[in-house]
């Protein structure tokens, strides 16, 4: 008898068992070839997954730093300049 059964299909059409391995399989070909021969693409595909709440944070500060850096169109607020001593001196 036939039994119908959930798969995911990533973006190149290629079909996978769980979601997960779907979203790798689109991130690693976004990625393209890492590593020798591309071996290390699924493995660092896996770890943006993995990774995603903290990689999401550090996009989520990119994206409101450069809103305020044209903001001030590249000149900073007088208040954000800190000025350091040169080193040895």
Request: glycine residues 10%.
């Given at each position: 008898?036939?039994?119908?059964?959930?798969?995911?299909r990533?973006?190149?059409?290629?079909?996978h068992?769980?979601?997960?391995?779907?979203?790798?399989?689109?991130?690693a070909?976004?990625?393209?070839?890492?590593?020798?021969?591309?071996?290390?693409?699924?493995?660092?595909?896996?770890?943006?997954l993995?990774?995603?709440?903290a990689?999401?944070?550090?996009?989520?500060?990119?994206?409101?730093?450069?809103?305020?850096?044209?903001?001030?169109?590249?000149?900073?607020?007088?208040?954000?300049?800190?000025?350091?001593?040169?080193k040895?001196?």
């Amino acid at each position: 008898m036939a039994i119908s059964i959930e798969a995911y299909r990533d973006n190149r059409g290629q079909v996978h068992d769980t979601v997960c391995e779907a979203v790798i399989a689109d991130i690693a070909a976004a990625l393209g070839r890492v590593g020798d021969e591309g071996g290390l693409t699924s493995g660092v595909a896996k770890l943006i997954l993995d990774k995603r709440a903290a990689i999401e944070a550090a996009f989520a500060d990119y994206d409101r730093l450069k809103t305020q850096q044209r903001e001030t169109d590249g000149h900073a607020p007088e208040h954000n300049i800190h000025h350091f001593p040169a080193k040895g001196g």
